[in-house]
């Protein structure tokens, strides 16, 4: 079953990450630091590999035995937002992860209990989604997404390029009919 965002949120999207980025004194085709753009937000990042000592069976449990498991939570004290994530999985997905985050705070989601009183994660798929696709915009703006196509990289080498993974990389470029729109552009062209 398809997304359905709130009306106007797409839009709402690419003008933050535009936004962001201007104060990040970033262009749209440079690759996003998460930990730059969370230190831009005053939200702090811990790593999962630094609860070695305090918990253990997270930290081995998440950090080898079942690494997709937990990709990253925020925590709340108060109003101060605090980002735990792994930190044992690939470096495109981590920075997926924190971006997903902090995409909660600059759309102002309301802090929510982890688990719900029948003992289940407690999930809102609405707010989920808008954070993934905020994410998503943020380290693969649409104007990235066409430049992208129209270097005709490799999904590889422009995945390492914008610090994503294939995976985000491919979705972003689905997403925004990147590649659709290069190449009906270069049919116009030649037709001229």
Do not use: L
């Given at each position: 079953?398809?997304?359905q965002y709130r009306r106007g949120f797409k839009t709402e999207a690419n003008d933050i990450a535009r936004e962001v980025r201007a104060e990040l004194g970033i262009r749209t085709v440079d690759r996003l630091d998460p930990h730059q753009l969370a230190a831009h937000l005053a939200i702090p990042i811990i790593p999962l590999s630094d609860f070695e000592a305090d918990a253990p069976l997270a930290h081995t449990q998440?950090?080898?035995k079942e690494t997709f498991a937990f990709s990253a939570v925020?925590?709340?004290y108060g109003s101060q937002r605090t980002v735990v994530h792994n930190d044992f999985q690939p470096l495109g997905r981590q920075a997926n992860n924190?971006?997903?985050e902090a995409s909660h705070g600059l759309l102002h989601h309301p802090p929510t209990p982890a688990i719900d009183d029948?003992?289940?994660r407690n999930w809102r798929k609405d707010i989920e989604d808008e954070?993934?696709?905020l994410a998503g915009v943020l380290l693969i703006p649409e104007?990235?997404?066409l430049y992208i196509a129209r270097q005709q990289w490799p999904m590889e080498q422009a995945a390492e390029r914008f610090g994503v993974s294939v995976d985000l990389l491919?979705?972003?470029l689905n997403k925004t009919g990147a590649y659709n729109r290069v190449n009906r552009g270069r049919g116009f062209a030649k037709r001229l």
């Open positions: 079953m398809a997304t998440f950090g080898s925020t925590v709340f924190i971006t997903h029948r003992g289940c954070a993934a696709w104007e990235t997404a491919r979705w972003r």
